[in-house]
């Protein structure tokens, strides 16, 4: 659940301050045209414009914080699940498989043939077999 949450907060958190901006833009734009259309006909587009100065940044902002909160607990149900991570073997058992190679290198080593001063080996060639 920890993951989840940092992921709700390094995602929801931007969309959240993004929109809350936005937000504040739209509004001021909002009441200005309000203002400006209004002023004449009606008293309260003070009233009007002011309310949207405050109330559709943070609106904007919850509704992004939602949403984006809502999609990473979806993705989060939706992906799968993090693999274990191997665990790492015991130093013991790796000295005793080093020490193993070490005696099976040792034991092919004594048992190839070494030439002898004097004496030369016939060649023999191998034949390669392919496959189909």
């Excluded at 958190?13 to 009441?31: D, N, Q, R, S, T």
Aim: glycine share 8%; charged share 20%; aromatic share 6%.
């Amino acid at each position: 659940m920890r993951g989840l949450g940092l992921r709700i907060l390094k995602s929801a958190g931007p969309a959240a301050l993004v929109l809350a901006g936005l937000g504040y833009l739209l509004a001021e734009m909002a009441g200005t045209w309000f203002e400006v259309n209004n002023s004449t006909r009606t008293r309260g587009a003070e009233t009007v414009s002011a309310t949207l100065r405050q109330t559709l940044p943070f609106t904007m902002a919850a509704w992004g914080f939602g949403l984006t909160a809502g999609y990473e607990v979806i993705r989060s149900l939706w992906m799968p699940k993090s693999k274990p991570k191997p665990v790492a073997a015991d130093p013991s058992v790796e000295d005793a498989l080093q020490q193993l190679l070490r005696e099976a290198d040792a034991r092919s080593l004594a048992e190839t043939p070494r030439p002898v001063e004097g004496v030369s080996m016939p060649v023999v060639e191998r034949e390669t077999i392919s496959h189909p």
